[in-house]
């Protein structure tokens, strides 16, 4: 069956430093890849996202790109800040999987220290 | 209108009483969503309706009723709750498929759920 397995955290970062959080899948087809964002407190935001093999998604200085040979997703971001404390979500979508139906990774808390 | 708008944002219940979350989205999306989320885990998708018709139940314990009074909006019904049912509940919308593989999904804030 489909599946998303993201790197366990937390990850403790300081200001500034690089950033990699990877995301490989297993599906069914052609699926699209999705990052989202969860802030404390909050809801789920669409970060980015990939719909097939090659494309690269970009949002607020993070970037995935969509590796069909590896079955990754990985997310990177070259200088992370304090706001970008949240947990983030890699995600797939597959129509071969009950019409679209969305499928998380477990997550990976990041904090990002002064 | 690219929001999904939950309400309340917190409800404290007892064990005996009966409410209602409320989700309502103006996005022309078809597909609406219930997840129930604990803390720093991933969602898990409840009840999934698609044009208004409920299309998915994922085993939920009938406590949660869910209604889907017309496409914009979308209720959870709650009665008779246990502790462990405290959560962060999630609506969210979509596209019908199969939009919804390349769009996404569009998630509320939540209604932080409480039961004493």
């Known amino acids: 069956g489909n599946s998303v397995t993201q790197m366990e955290g937390p990850v403790t970062l300081s200001e500034e430093a690089f950033l990699t959080i990877n995301c490989t899948y297993t599906?069914?087809?052609?699926?699209?890849l999705f990052w989202y964002v969860q802030y404390p407190g909050e809801g789920l935001q669409l970060l980015l996202k990939?719909?097939?093999?090659?494309d690269k998604g970009s949002n607020k200085g993070f970037e995935a790109t969509y590796r069909k040979e590896t079955t990754s997703f990985h997310l990177e971001k070259g200088s992370v800040q304090v706001s970008d404390s949240a947990v983030y979500f890699c995600?797939?979508?597959?129509?071969?999987?009950?019409?679209?139906?969305?499928?998380f990774g477990q997550g990976t808390e990041l904090s990002v220290k002064p | 209108d690219t929001e999904v708008t939950q309400t309340p944002k917190h409800l404290v219940m007892g064990m005996t009483n009966k409410k209602s979350l409320k989700c309502e989205q103006h996005m022309g999306h078809r597909a609406m969503y219930w997840y129930k989320q604990k803390a720093k885990k991933p969602p898990e998708l409840m009840f999934v309706?698609?044009?208004?018709?409920?299309?998915i139940n994922e085993s939920v314990p009938s406590r949660f009723s869910p209604e889907c009074p017309n496409s914009s909006l979308l209720n959870l019904h709650l009665h008779a709750l246990q502790p462990e049912d405290s959560a962060l509940y999630l609506c969210?919308?979509?596209?019908?498929?199969?939009?919804?593989?390349?769009?996404?999904?569009?998630f509320g804030s939540g209604t932080r759920l409480t039961v004493v």
């Open positions: 309706y698609s044009y208004e018709k409920l299309s």
């Open positions: 599906a069914t087809g052609y699926p699209s």
């Open positions: 995600a797939l979508s597959s129509i071969y999987n009950q019409g679209g139906k969305l499928i």
């Open positions: 990939a719909t097939k093999a090659d």
């Open positions: 969210a919308s979509s596209q019908g498929a199969p939009d919804r593989v390349s769009e996404g999904y569009t």
